[in-house]
């Protein structure tokens, strides 16, 4: 078994029909843009009945058809925020925790000390969250995920990983290994997954290879290292 073998995100998620949400941070193969992608899928009406929408550098989720809403707490959120130099992505609320912590000079690691898992029994949604820091025409990031430790959600486990970035490599972290019920949590490391330069080529990769029925939306952004320009790709199934 080679454990650097680095498979492309098509390998990753293709034929699983609920990874759920996920987070993608590393750096294009050329070495020259620090990347993110972020997606959320949904199995409910109401997980469904969302779309991404841009706010200057950041994203907010919004209901497609606000009548239709039935429990906004964990589907309406910010995945995606900036402060300076450090772009925070994470599944849910605690993108805001992390941001207020960060803007008063703690830790992407103190934030997340003080939030836990969904309040979505049985299943438990993990938290997953990363933090990638631009620095000097070059970039480090870090994941975490915070889990449930048993069956009653009795105690969450906090786990957290810090990266180099390097050429080519990336990292990916989702809420769920599959579907079920209840639904099996995402096991192990960040899974390591191939980086293209082409910002067109990852985004295609990515929604033509998440499932059909459950995938909602996609956003992807490439920051050039060297000027710090930045290119989107957006996408919502609800148009």
């Not at 919004?62 to 906004?72: G, L, Q």
């Not at 609320?93 to 979505?120: C, H, I, M, N, W």
């Amino acid at each position: 078994m080679d454990i650097y073998k680095t498979p492309t995100i098509a390998e990753l998620i293709k034929d699983n029909s609920y990874v759920g949400r996920g987070i993608v941070i590393g750096k294009s193969q050329d070495g020259k843009n620090a990347v993110t992608a972020y997606f959320i899928m949904g199995r409910s009406e109401n997980s469904r009945n969302r779309v991404f929408i841009e706010n200057g550098e950041e994203i907010v989720i919004h209901p497609f058809d606000a009548s239709k809403v039935e429990d906004p707490s964990l589907i309406i959120y910010s995945p995606i925020r900036v402060f300076e130099n450090n772009v925070i992505v994470t599944n849910g609320d605690q993108t805001d925790t992390v941001y207020d912590f960060v803007s008063t000079g703690k830790t992407f690691e103190q934030a997340l000390e003080t939030r836990e898992f969904e309040p979505d029994a049985p299943n438990f949604t993990p938290r997953i969250s990363g933090m990638l820091t631009l620095n000097d025409s070059d970039f480090n990031y870090k994941m975490s995920i915070l889990k449930s430790a048993d069956a009653n959600g009795s105690s969450c486990n906090r786990y957290s990983f810090s990266y180099n970035s390097l050429p080519g490599l990336g990292h990916f972290i989702h809420t769920y290994q599959c579907d079920g019920n209840p639904i099996p949590t995402f096991q192990g490391e960040p899974e390591r997954v191939e980086i293209p330069n082409d910002i067109d080529e990852f985004t295609t990769s990515i929604w033509e290879n998440l499932n059909e029925n459950n995938k909602i939306s996609l956003y992807v952004r490439y920051i050039n290292l060297e000027t710090g320009k930045t290119e989107n790709r957006l996408i919502n199934k609800n148009k």
